[in-house]
DNA sequence: GTTAGGG
DNA sequence: CCCTAAC
């Protein structure tokens, strides 16, 4: 047994890191549902050889069971819509298959029982465990409590326990916790059950009820996480506790899950919560173990319904989860919309989860899992880019979710409204005008999180790219120059902007300002309209209440500034261009020209700049 | 459609 | 820049 244990164990492991890379190359490149189902059927195509081996070395029912339900897979894999379709029929194999094999998970189970009735210890039957669904979920418990202590090296924690599993299941892992999940519970006695249970929950139990204890046990392997009410929100980044939700209550549902993936099952799972690890582990790495677990069980939530609710009640005393911020608000959420219809609500959340979720997820996942290794493809992933966002790059729909999500994981505290401002702050620029966040927010509470990161995402586009343009022409003073460049931008931006965004930020060129000086000058301030027509007919994209907006901010600088006059010719450094004092004072003396019936300002004074339009507005005024 | 103001 | 009210 040990011999073959470890022999199997090596395997386990090889297969998991070749998996891992499969897994790798593959995440990256799928975004999809679909993309991820295929390449799970790779990845147990091109395990099952190693599998087989090892299964012929120790039993050849094994193999055969294994390749049956491979070949079955296989036969199955291309049909992408048909997922569930595809479960089903699996896991259908998988029992007809399993069933004559039983004897050797029965084999197992006894060699458990065995051992445990000498051990009797935690750790025993941890180990025993793995051959029921259950495994899995105790897995993921260890994981989690090792984890929340060590956040070390979580990918190699999942291989490892991977292989434990492998180790005690030995070939067939997916095979028996479809199969066996019950059985295996079945066949503890309730002592065990209950020690099974003080292993599982921490805490001892009197309950006697066999039914109650294997539940019971089961959905806390499985879930890491009671959340009393299972309701979905489907928050823009959350739907992570939909899926904890769902899942606790699923024994079987997982047994379905991890029969759909058979071979590949041990070695993907295992990668991808490593990959899920490593990148969540940064924040919360509880929450990482539970979309872990979850997401096995995911596929199947809907047939555990009568489960759920019996288990969620009961099972709610159990672990309780870290009361994490965001969970805390999102639970809040829950409650007040849940409050509205509770069971259609659930219903629907359950198939939407199903359908949906599952690549949220996985994408999170790749994110993460990117983060580290393909800092390079930022552009397909798009929360990533927030670090880098160069952009002229349109924005995609994909990258949102990526980023929202990638967010989170970042600030797991701070949640809903407040969760997005502080990623933003954090990784975009600080200058961008809190004005339209805030003013945003208030508008679209909902849409909050990806308003306002777009938003800022193109701010920061905004911020790098008038430098290398527009602003050359400023800085030289070659205030001719300018113009060209801007009719180019100005159509672009619009356009890709598409809609009713936020007009690209155009820092204003001294050129511009001067034309503005000049119109205000001949046509008189309030007559945008015509100013633009006439001296900015080359910037088609100052619209007459830019120019307004703009002359209000010269006003003001040169109120503020003109009485020092010769301080500095570019004093403002806040301003995005530093604006002459001559052109401020010119802007004063107009203002004041427009502004009083006749009153005399020292016209006298300027002469010597503004002369001209001294002049010009003088002899106009009079 | 413009302008003026406030945000 | 955006938004809105008032022209």
Known sequence: MEAIVDAEVNEGKNDVESEVEGDGTLVPATEDDVMQFEHLLEDEKSEPPSVEGLAQSKNTELESTKL???????????EKVKQEEKLQSSSESLDLSANPPGDQTSDCANNAQEQKNELQSENALMETTPISTILNGSHSGEMEKENMETCAEPANEAVTSISSVSKTCISSMPDFSLIKGEVCLDKFTIRELQEAFRATFGRQTSVKDKLWLKRRIAMG?????????????????????????????CSVSRSKVEAGSP?????????????????????????????????LSRPTDEYDETKENLGMEEYSVKRMRKPTRRYIEELSDFETQECVARVPIFRKNSGHVLASPKPWIR???????QSTTYSTRQDSIGGFNVRVPYV??????????????????????????????????????????????????????????????????????????????????MDTFKFDTAEENTNDNADARPALKGGPKRKHHRAWTLCEVLKLVEGVAKFGAGRWSEIRRLAFASYSYR?????????RNLLRASLSQVPNEKEDKFSRKHTSIPIPTPILLRVRELAEMHSQTGIEIKPSKFSGHSGKIVQGSGSGFL
């Open 68 to 78: 049956d339900t491979r070949l079955e897979y296989a036969s199955v894999t291309l």
């Open 221 to 249: 392997l499985t879930n890491s996480c009671d959340v009393p009410s299972s309701h979905f929100v489907i928050k823009d980044n959350q739907i992570v506790h939909e899926e904890a939700k769902e899942e606790t209550p």
């Open 263 to 295: 071979s590949g099952d041990q070695g993907t799972e295992p990668t991808k919560d490593g990959c899920q690890d490593s990148a969540a582990s940064s924040y919360d790495h509880i929450k990482d173990l539970e979309l872990s677990g979850k997401r």
């Open 363 to 369: 994408s999170v996942r790749e994110s993460g899992a």
């Open 392 to 473: 002229s790059r349109v924005r995609r729909g994909r990258p949102r979710k990526n980023f929202m999500t990638l967010m989170q994981s970042f600030h797991p505290s701070g949640m809903a409204s407040n969760f997005v401002k502080p990623p933003l702050e954090i990784f975009l620029r600080q200058n961008v005008e809190s004005r339209n966040k805030i003013r945003k927010a208030r508008s679209l509470p909902m849409r909050i999180p990806q308003l306002s990161i777009v938003d800022k995402k193109r701010d920061t586009e905004n911020a790098q790219k008038p430098d290398s343009e527009e602003e050359s022409c």
């Open 543 to 551: 619209t007459s209440v830019d120019l307004k907006d703009k002359w």
